[in-house]
């Protein structure tokens, strides 16, 4: 497994834990097992820079998740066009509300037009359909006008939102959003249930913080995301520097013979043979 996805599932199952959960038992497409046991627990304290980077690998991966793209995140989420959307309420709107309504919905589309009805109630129209006063509309959650003054007639955008059945003959979202702001949402919820992530105590939850440590210590650029923020264009730029991080991590990696490896793993009191079970675990 690739050693930036090593280190997103050990947060995951981290997480997992707290919540007194098995991840080998999670309903999902890629399955792990953590069947084995390990030594002496140890301690490893995460810098804030290091909670920084183990949040803006999270809101990858749910970013990933909510795309439908391969993710440890075990949630599924409904992905469809606008264009669909529309068709299907034509056909039957008691089917389209049995789909869609009050259900959480990825939409993904053109837009026509982004606008304002009563009050600051912004929302975008999307080309969907014939019949130009029927398209599917996504009446944006309050707070995201910033994000909307970015955007252009034409431009592609994904939004998550709740279905709210048809008005007028136009399928209407509601609180739609950015997907970063929902893996944002989503990945600052699970780190405030977790007790301690600052400390990790269990030698099978090591190796990621370990991975992370060492990558950080081999890049010799100066790096910009040493702490965390909830702005999209940051979190878009953060997510891109920590993916160079890694890839140069294991650029450096692979020119280490297999004793220099297991030396660096030893520094942090990971021994070869632990280090072996968690690699054959992962396969």
Known sequence: MHTLR?????????IMSSYGLSYANTVHTNQYSLNFQLKTPINIKLTEQEMSFYKYLLIDDYISAINGAKSIIPKAYTSVNPEIIHKEYEKNEAAGDLKYKDKEVVLKGKIKTISRSIGDNYYIEFYSGKNVFTNTKAIMKSGNQEYLATLNKGNSVTLHCI????????P????CQPIERIAMS???????????MEEITQKKYLLSSIFLKIALSQYKKDINC????????????CINEIKKIFENWI?????YS???????????N??????????????
Do not use: C, Q, R
Request: net charge positive; glycine share 4%.
């Open 6 to 14: 090593k280190i997103k599932f050990y947060f995951f199952v981290i």
């Open 258 to 268: 297999k004793e220099k490896f297991y030396s660096i793993l030893k520094e942090y």
């Open 226 to 237: 040493n702490h965390y923020s909830d702005e999209i264009n940051t979190v878009k730029e």
């Open 186 to 196: 989503e990945t600052n919820e699970n780190i405030k249930k977790l007790p301690k």
């Open 172 to 175: 209407i979202f509601a609180e």
């Open 270 to 283: 990971i021994e070869k043979d632990e280090y072996k079970k968690i690699k054959e675990s992962m396969k």
């Open 251 to 255: 650029k450096i990696k692979k020119s």
């Open 163 to 170: 279905g709210n059945g048809l008005t007028l003959g136009s």
